[in-house]
């Protein structure tokens, strides 16, 4: 079966410039992550889905960054415009969630993409 | 703030040598999650400990999960090169759909 797929590996661009991130979910899941990570923060969840409907954008930096998914099987991470700051690895990740009798939710693991090393010069 | 702290958060060891990685948190997780990360590549999930006092053995890697479930080790004994990675813990709190990722150890085995 095929992993979470994502698009670019790498991206260079200048401060100002648009970028999107691109992630394709391992078919059948049903919740989609997106995080970020660098070295002085780590790995950082920035907005994740259930069903294609955002649940969580409380980590989403500024209103520069922005992400949808149309459909089941895409996602995309805009930031506009883009900064130095921003430069780090974004990875996205797919799981199937379950929801349990007692009305929580049992996590199942999380596969995530080998994810987009992005510099912002 | 990191709701799950990771210790140490480097660790460099001899081939052969045995070590051990710790998760705490002062929060009560339903299940803990470990993964490895290396160069280039996404987390990768090693094990998941779901009961308090869990133990789970995955080859020479040996996962505890603390009785209140709040707390979990890592041990590896012969590490070898193969072993060097980022290990992540994350924890289920079980009220919504996301995980929360401690900070990493990164462990380096010398050949």
């Known amino acids: 079966d095929a992993g979470v797929i994502q698009s670019p590996r790498h991206e260079v661009t200048e401060m100002g410039q648009e970028v999107t991130l691109r992630c394709k979910p391992i078919s059948g899941h049903n919740s989609l992550f997106w995080y970020r990570q660098t070295m002085m923060r780590g790995l950082e969840l920035l907005i994740y889905f259930n069903n294609n409907v955002p649940i969580d954008d409380s980590g989403m930096p500024e209103d520069r960054f922005s992400a949808k998914m149309p459909n089941a099987s895409f996602s995309t991470l805009k930031i506009q415009p883009s900064e130095p700051r921003d430069s780090a690895v974004y990875f996205c990740?797919?799981?199937?969630?379950?929801?349990?009798?007692?009305?929580?939710?049992?996590?199942?693991?999380?596969?995530f993409g080998d994810g987009t090393r992005l510099s912002i010069l | 703030t990191q709701l799950l702290e990771q210790s140490p958060q480097f660790l460099s060891i001899q081939e052969g040598e045995n070590l051990t990685v710790y998760c705490n948190s002062s929060s009560v997780f339903s299940s803990l999650q470990w993964y490895r990360q290396e160069p280039g590549e996404g987390p990768v999930l090693l094990v998941t400990?779901?009961?308090?006092?869990e133990v789970k053995k995955l080859k020479r890697l040996t996962f505890q999960f603390g009785d209140a479930r709040k707390d979990s080790s890592l041990h590896i004994t012969a590490a070898q090169p193969g072993d060097t990675g980022l290990y992540l813990c994350?924890?289920?709190?079980?009220?919504?759909?996301?995980?929360?990722f401690g900070a990493g150890t990164t462990v380096t085995v010398r050949a």
């Open positions: 400990v779901v009961t308090g006092g």
């Open positions: 990740a797919s799981s199937f969630e379950l929801l349990v009798g007692t009305g929580g939710v049992a996590n199942q693991p999380q596969h």
């Open positions: 994350a924890g289920d709190g079980a009220n919504d759909y996301k995980l929360s």
